[in-house]
């Protein structure tokens, strides 16, 4: 165990181990939120290591640790639009969804009826568009509360809330609608 | 079903409903079958969503230390980056301390200049002090002539008019034998044009404009110069003005142009 740092060097690698002390926690949860969005699991990878270089670079404006949810899900975001802007590779909501969903793991002990509703779960979401499919999935997901979806997304609590209802709606109709053909 | 209330339901299920709206609303739910049905399939969807996110599309298990790598490799560019800026800045401030400050306080060889004024005397060409004052205008005049801009390296010796040939028969006159050796010629007269023929030939003021001062010596000197070589039987036998013309005639023979013009 070094010794402790004084000043503005130890304030320095406080933050700049806060970012590190987060990797664990957050790197999964942004990476699934990444592979929702793009629906490709090397962008999602590198969607994941740029938000959290931009996280390092920007850790000053990181004040509350208890908001570090947000905050890196609104930079996540915000790398997505950038890499959607420069459009290279990315994938946009209406792409049509392969059948098979990249990176699926088969769990042992799970049913393939279960399996399956999961994956058709996952295909109902991604069909969603990109505002929907956000909301939906920071709502069921994430478990977050409207104004910080509001935060995330950088759209106001209206326009949350509607989306969010919306997205509700569309989703229950395609399950109901797999649940008696099933 | 009541529309109106059945229409709530996302907002109870987001918890967005009053105290008042939501117990009406659960009083609703256990009469309306519909709304049930869409409540369970909701909270299904939000449970399944988040069991398919978590269990079916795990990220890579060595994507936390490639992050933790990437973190690293940013940090050490940017300490590299600020070490090279330092060492920048320093070289840049180090090269405006030695090159730029030095000269603009004191130029080198002002400094020199203003410290061994004798050195820079003492590497040119002087008239050594042996020399006659005579002499050292001489020495002064050749150099001036000889360098290329026109001026001579030192300033011009000091010489007094007496020490020079022509005048130094001046030196031992008093002022009252130079006052009656002194005449004014006539304006514009034959002898007053040899007389600048005369004045032409001097050596040391040819370029220099005279001051009336000098114009003054130079004429009384001219005349004092001619008297005393004037024959003691002419100044008894002719009259003035054919000694005028003996005098003018002696002091022409310095040049063969000017003892032309006086026949």
Request: a positive charge.
């Amino acid at each position: 165990m070094g010794s402790p740092r004084y000043g503005w060097a130890g304030l320095e690698a406080k933050r700049g181990g806060l970012v590190e002390d987060l990797l664990p926690e957050y790197v999964p949860r942004v990476y699934r939120y990444a592979l929702r969005l793009t629906h490709d699991h090397h962008v999602a990878e590198d969607i994941v290591q740029e938000t959290f270089l931009r996280a390092w670079r920007g850790r000053r404006r990181l004040r509350n640790p208890q908001s570090a949810r947000v905050w890196l899900l609104r930079i996540a975001t915000n790398v997505w639009r950038d890499r959607l802007r420069n459009r290279t590779r990315q994938a946009t909501g209406t792409r049509p969804l392969p059948d098979d969903i990249p990176g699926t793991v088969l769990e042992p002990g799970k049913t393939m009826a279960e399996r399956e509703t999961l994956r058709e779960v996952l295909r109902m979401m991604d069909s969603l568009p990109p505002r929907q499919r956000q909301v939906l999935y920071l709502s069921a997901v994430e478990a977050m509360p409207l104004d910080e979806i509001a935060q995330v997304l950088g759209i106001n609590y209206q326009s949350a809330k509607a989306s969010l209802s919306l997205a509700r709606k569309v989703i229950r109709q395609q399950f109901s609608a797999f649940e008696q053909q099933g | 079903m009541n529309d109106v209330t059945c229409h709530n339901l996302d907002a109870y299920i987001g918890g967005w409903l009053t105290r008042d709206e939501r117990i009406e609303f659960e009083a609703h739910l256990k009469q309306c079958a519909a709304c049930r049905d869409e409540l369970g399939r909701q909270q299904r969807i939000d449970r399944l969503l988040d069991e398919a996110s978590r269990r079916l599309q795990p990220p890579p298990p060595d994507l936390v230390e490639r992050v933790h790598h990437a973190l690293d490799r940013a940090r050490r560019r940017r300490r590299v980056v600020r070490i090279s800026t330092g060492l920048s800045a320093a070289a840049a401030l180090l090269v405006a301390v030695l090159v730029i400050s030095p000269e603009r306080a004191t130029p080198p060889t002002r400094r020199v200049v203003a410290v061994h004024p004798p050195d820079r005397t003492a590497t040119h060409v002087t008239p050594p002090s042996e020399l006659s004052p005579v002499q050292q205008l001489a020495v002064w005049m050749a150099s001036r002539k000889a360098s290329s801009t026109g001026t001579a390296e030192y300033p011009r010796p000091r010489v007094p008019v007496f020490a020079i040939p022509p005048y130094a028969a001046l030196a031992s006159k008093t002022p009252g034998q130079l006052k009656q050796t002194t005449r004014t010629p006539e304006k514009n007269s034959s002898e007053d044009k040899e007389c600048k023929v005369v004045r032409g030939t001097e050596p040391f003021n040819a370029r220099a404009k005279p001051s009336h001062r000098t114009l003054v010596e130079r004429r009384l000197t001219v005349e004092a110069l001619a008297a005393p070589l004037q024959p003691a039987n002419h100044e008894t036998k002719l009259p003035d003005i054919h000694a005028k013309e003996t005098r003018s005639c002696r002091l022409h023979t310095r040049t063969s142009s000017a003892h032309a013009l006086c026949g």
